[in-house]
Structures are given as structure tokens and as C-alpha cells.
């Protein structure tokens, strides 16, 4: 049956357990709970969804960032190794070219890719606690409340079918709904 799902992301398995017990103690049902381990992006390959998307989608312009800043780093690097040639002779022009062209390729690169999506469109490896709030049995508010309370790394909303209790569609490739963007979640209580 289709629902709505609320998951909470968190670094340790200790966490995601705090997570379970309090979402049992406010009257969650064991059936509306399950949690499972979320493998890193990149690693989802083995998964019968069909492994993982063969680009990301925040790293397309990366490429042309590479070049860029290849060519700069290049002529840069060409630059510096020419001075340095009357101390180390020819191969500083060589070599000053290469260093440059790798450090021109990785800053143009890292550069060019969009952060925004890095952040709050792949989904992070993490232990995935997930509840069921079709059922009523809690309020979308306060499973958000318990779950950032717990420190969770990130909060989801989702439409997907809940079986045998289980979020049994789950995708690990798809963008998580995240509640509130990265930058507007609120800090665990320590």
C-alpha cells in the first residue's frame, strides 16, 4: 500500500537505535518502524534497483571545468617551469607544465560541479530509520521533532509502498525529499 514515509538518517548505528526507542515509546507500532544500512553512493551496484546512476547529476559540468582549468594550469605551470629551468635545466618547462595541468584540471573541476546537489541530492551512506505515518500512529511533526532530536543527518518525506513492515520501495539512488534543505536543519542538543 502506498503511504507516506518519514526516514531519519544517522552516522551510527547507536543513533538510529536511540531513534527507534523513542519513536516506540511516543506509540509507534513495531510493524510501522524498520531501519536498514544505506550503502555509500557508488556502491549500490549489487541492489536489485538496478545500481547507480552512471553520472552524477551535480558533476556535469565538470568536465569542461577540467579542461579549463587544465589549460590554464598548463601555461601556468609552463610559465614557472621556465624559470626554473636555468637552475634545473629544460625539464622544469616540462615539468612545471604537467604540475600545473593536473592542479589547473582538479580546481577547474571541483569548481564547475554544483554543490547544491552534492549536498541534498545524493543520499549520504547512513543507517535509515523509517516510519510509516500512514498508519497515524504518530504525527509527521513529531517524528521530524524525534528524529533531529536524535541527530539525524538528514530528514526525508516520502510517498512509497509499506509492506510486511518494510519501506519495500525503496530507491538508494534516487534524490531523498528532504524536509528542510541542509543549511536550515536544526544542530542535535549535545
Not at 61 to 70: D, H, T, V
Not at 139 to 166: D, K, L, N, P
Amino acid at each position: 500500500m502506498t503511504t507516506t514515509i518519514i526516514a531519519g538518517g544517522f552516522t551510527t548505528n547507536a543513533a538510529a537505535e536511540h531513534a527507534l526507542q523513542r519513536l516506540v515509546a511516543a506509540g509507534v507500532n513495531a510493524d510501522n518502524l524498520c531501519t536498514f544500512r544505506v550503502n555509500p553512493p557508488g556502491e549500490h551496484a549489487g541492489l536489485p534497483t538496478g545500481g547507480d546512476r552512471p553520472k552524477s547529476p551535480g558533476a556535469k559540468e565538470a568536465g569542461g571545468g577540467a579542461a579549463r582549468g587544465a589549460a590554464v594550469g598548463a601555461v601556468a605551470g609552463a610559465a614557472a617551469g621556465a624559470v626554473a629551468s636555468t637552475v634545473l635545466g629544460p625539464v622544469a618547462i616540462a615539468g612545471g607544465a604537467g604540475v600545473g595541468a593536473y592542479t589547473g584540471a582538479l580546481v577547474g573541476a571541483l569548481g564547475s560541479m554544483d554543490r547544491r546537489t552534492h549536498r541534498d541530492e545524493l543520499r549520504p551512506a547512513e543507517n535509515l530509520v523509517c516510519v510509516n505515518v500512514g498508519e497515524r500512529e504518530i504525527s509527521e511533526a513529531r517524528a521530524v521533532e524525534i528524529f533531529e532530536t536524535c541527530g539525524a543527518i538528514q530528514v526525508e518525506r516520502a510517498q512509497g509502498t509499506w509492506s510486511s513492515g518494510q519501506w519495500s520501495d525503496f530507491d538508494p539512488v534516487a534524490p531523498p525529499h528532504l524536509i528542510r534543505p541542509t543549511a536550515e536543519r536544526p544542530r542535535p542538543a549535545a
